[in-house]
């Protein structure tokens, strides 16, 4: 089945090839489509913002579209960034620059009050169908002190998870997968996809 994957981050395609390798889908990129859409992420949720993103990209491909709205809550900031995530730090900082701001905000708290949580929300649109189906993951873990690890992207290298005594960015890709809010996310969005096309 051919879907159209809402996104023009790459690192995001390979995860979802990866975590639905046995769901024989065939992902077509917004780069294959030559689709260069600026779609306005403005709602206050991920959730909204992955429903605004699938239901324009639908409209425009004509094509089953999935579309992800994924970032960082940190409790001690207020659930910032949030739906800013993304573009923490202003629309042309760097992840270097993204991930030295936040530390700079949590220089001052505690340990055990550096809890923050990864995010997704999934919405999948299809021609002709009014309803969305929709999924969201949740992994909890903590900022750490300082970046560590090679793998991953985005925050990965700051978020710790005390389960695994490891940053986000020093699990393999698979074994991220298992736990990540994208993951979880995925897995949940595939049966209801299969039942739907």
């Not at 760097?94 to 936040?102: A, E, P």
């Not at 969201?136 to 560590?148: D, S, Y």
């Amino acid at each position: 089945m051919k879907i159209v994957l809402a996104t023009e981050n790459h690192h995001k395609l390979l995860e979802f090839q990866r975590i639905l390798h046995k769901s024989q889908i065939q992902w077509i990129t917004l780069t294959d489509l030559q689709i260069t859409s600026n779609i306005a992420e403005n709602g206050v949720t991920f959730a909204e913002n992955a429903e605004l993103k699938a239901r324009e990209i639908c409209r425009i491909a004509d094509l089953p579209t999935l579309a992800d709205d994924s970032g960082l809550t940190v409790d001690a900031l207020g659930g910032r960034p949030g739906v800013h995530t993304a573009r923490y730090g202003g629309p042309k900082a760097t992840q270097s620059q993204q991930l030295k701001q936040l530390l700079n905000e949590m220089q001052t708290k505690a340990w055990e009050t550096r809890n923050a949580q990864f995010r997704c929300a999934l919405a999948l649109a299809i021609p002709g169908l009014p309803t969305m189906v929709t999924a969201e993951g949740v992994c909890p873990g903590v900022i750490a002190l300082q970046p560590r690890g090679r793998y991953g992207f985005g925050y990965d290298p700051i978020f710790y998870l005390p389960e695994h005594r490891q940053t986000m960015a020093e699990l393999t890709p698979l074994q991220k997968d298992r736990i990540s809010h994208r993951g979880l996310a995925a897995r949940s969005i595939s049966n209801k996809i299969h039942k739907l096309l």
